[in-house]
């Protein structure tokens, strides 16, 4: 199994609305990550999870705060969002941080903050 | 910090042309990946050049790395349909290894 999985697909929030972005992988990778990607943008590195534990988070807003429960599973929550948080959010993992492991993308949850 | 440079932004080809997409670093590269997002899709592994000037192919496509290891490219031949989407080169940053991306070189084939 190489695949990783995101839900919703979709995600429609208010701006005082508080919902939750899911991922999972069966690869028994110990590194995941959260990406932004704007349209005709590159994906934006957002944070990095390794063995279940944050090892970077890229200045990123506290309005979003990730969460990895276990080594399969990594969440994403939203709180307060702004229009210009409307955006594909993908999440990937690979084998282990570093240099020189691929990274397999999910196939993302398009969001749109109203 | 490290910036990842990729040239041309658009590149529209008929099919059966070539392609080729160029990155550029500012600093030396350990190691630089290539990924493909097709339209609406999510970015997909497609190689890693690792050693100086290390040339690798996959069928059409062939990735080179250069001797200093501030650049690369990405040239695919005879070029159909279905290799539209965007090609992205990604360089990691620093030691433990943070993914950066250029900006992508997206292609439309033309039948």
């Known amino acids: 199994d190489t695949e990783v999985t995101q839900t919703p697909k979709h995600l429609v929030m208010g701006m005082t609305n508080k919902k939750s972005l899911k991922c999972e992988q069966h690869m028994g990778h110990r590194a995941m990550y959260w990406y932004k990607q704007k349209a005709k943008k590159p994906p934006e590195l957002m944070f990095v999870?390794?063995?279940?534990?944050?090892?970077i988070n890229e200045s990123v807003p506290s309005r979003f705060s990730p969460e990895c429960p276990n080594s399969s599973l990594l969440n994403l929550h939203l709180h307060a969002l702004q229009p210009e948080d409307s955006a594909l959010y993908l999440c990937?993992?690979?084998?282990?941080?570093?240099?020189?492991?691929?990274?397999?993308f999910g196939p993302g949850t398009r969001l749109t903050v109203t | 910090g490290q910036q990842v440079m990729q040239i041309p932004q658009y590149q529209h080809v008929q099919e059966g042309e070539d392609f080729t997409t160029y990155c550029n670093s500012s600093?030396?590269?350990?190691?630089i990946q290539w990924y493909k997002q097709r339209p609406g899709g999510h970015p997909v592994f497609l190689i890693q050049?690792?050693?100086?000037?290390e040339v690798k192919k996959q069928k059409r496509l062939t990735f080179q790395f250069g001797e200093a290891k501030k650049n690369s490219s990405l040239h695919i031949t005879a070029t159909q349909t279905t290799d539209v989407g965007t090609y992205f080169c990604a360089g990691y940053r620093g030691s433990q290894g943070n993914l950066i991306f250029g900006k992508g070189t997206k292609l439309s084939v033309k039948p």
């Open positions: 990937a993992s690979s084998q282990d941080r570093g240099l020189g492991y691929e990274q397999y």
């Open positions: 600093t030396t590269l350990s190691n």
């Open positions: 999870y390794s063995y279940e534990k944050l090892s």
């Open positions: 050049l690792v050693k100086s000037g």
